[in-house]
């Protein structure tokens, strides 16, 4: 049986003052799936989960959250009577409040109802024990978990996550990452999460809507989107691959580091040719015109920056061994299996 529609957005578009910031956003996400919005700031992701969540109006379009029109066509449903959880980037806990009680806070009068779910909740999140801590008594990654705690222990149709990590350091933000998949996969129910991080959205999430200004660009799985990017913005916001300027000579794009023939043809004569930095490797070569220009060490493998003859400065990931030196003249070997072009 397929997987019922817990969000259904139809042609939503949003303007503040005359400027459109959503734009006929169209999606639909099933029961139990996690969607992330990704974009550069400013993109319009934020609005788009306010929209969701019922703190703004849409212009245009329709919003149906688990099966219940809650915005367009003459329908509206204030965020409290939307059936969803909210998770802050600031956590937004109540200060004078201990854990239990922040989680426990707007659950209703029935008591027995009321403790059961907190401590089902508090275990979900790993913060069994520290049911009478204060927010200040914990860490900032603790009280992420109290936030998400607090979203899930009504258990709403849907958690919207308004980026959730991005004021822990980094490896909190990174143990928590794959923690809040878990732990949402564990309730069986479905989230929207907004980030800027294309790593956060790829590897958090079931299906990833990458925006730019207001409009979804691509709407796929973290797979689909990394392998096969809709655009050039997309592949640069996503992969942060190199573009080549290509010029097409029969089935040959031609390019200042070589000749490939592609797989997938546009009809264009000249584009950019997409390639990853893992699709080149450089040989130290004393006729090479291609030098290198800085390398970065990042753990288990060096980045290099090497510039072509034409000045163009090109990306490339490389193992540790053999390290090669800065000015070291190179031949670039590219990886033809995963070339795109653009137009
Ligand atoms: N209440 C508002 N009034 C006027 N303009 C607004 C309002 N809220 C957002 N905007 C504008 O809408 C655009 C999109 O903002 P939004 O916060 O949705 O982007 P974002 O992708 O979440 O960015 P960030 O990652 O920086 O938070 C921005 O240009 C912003 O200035």
Redesign the pocket.
């Known amino acids: 049986m397929p997987q019922s529609v817990i969000l259904h957005l139809d042609d939503v578009s949003k303007q ?2 005359g ?1 459109w ?1 959503v734009q006929h956003v169209s999606l639909k996400l099933h029961q139990g799936e996690l969607l992330g919005l990704l ?1 550069p ?8 989960l306010r929209l969701i969540a019922g703190f703004e109006q849409p212009q245009n379009g329709t919003i149906d959250i688990a099966g219940q029109r809650v915005a367009g066509s003459n329908r509206w449903q204030p965020p409290e009577r939307r059936d969803v959880g909210m998770v802050f980037q600031d956590y937004a806990l109540f200060p004078h409040l201990n854990v239990a009680e922040n989680i426990g806070f707007g659950l209703g009068r029935d008591r027995q109802k009321t403790k059961e779910r907190i401590s089902e909740a508090i275990a979900l999140v790993g913060l069994t024990g520290f049911e009478k801590r204060y927010p200040h008594e914990l860490s900032g990654g603790q009280q992420q978990r109290v936030a998400l705690a607090r979203a899930i222990a009504p258990q709403p149709s849907l958690i919207l996550l308004d980026e959730p990590l991005s004021n822990l350091d980094l490896q909190v933000r990174l143990r928590l990452r794959q923690e809040i998949r878990t732990i949402l996969k564990a309730t069986g129910m479905s989230a929207v999460f ?1 980030t ?1 991080d294309q790593e956060e959205a790829l590897s958090l999430c079931d299906r990833v809507a990458v ?1 730019r200004q207001g409009q979804v660009e691509q709407f796929d799985t973290p797979e689909a989107i990394y392998q096969t990017p809709a655009s050039q913005f997309v592949a640069e916001f996503v992969t942060q691959a190199n573009f080549l300027p290509a010029t097409r000579q029969g089935d040959l794009w031609h390019t200042e580091i070589g000749a490939f023939k592609l797989s997938s043809a546009i009809a264009h004569s000249s584009g950019l040719l997409m390639v990853r930095q893992q699709a080149l490797a450089l040989h130290p070569d004393e006729t090479g015109t291609v030098v290198i220009r800085d390398r970065q060490f990042l753990g288990r493998e060096h980045r290099y920056v090497v510039v072509t003859p034409s000045g163009q400065h090109l990306q490339v990931l490389s193992a540790l061994h053999p390290q090669l030196a800065i000015d070291t003249p190179v031949k670039v070997q590219v990886n033809e299996s995963n070339l795109q072009i653009f137009a």
């Open positions: 503040f003052s400027n910031v974009g700031s400013g993109c319009g992701k934020t609005t788009l907004v800027h925006m």
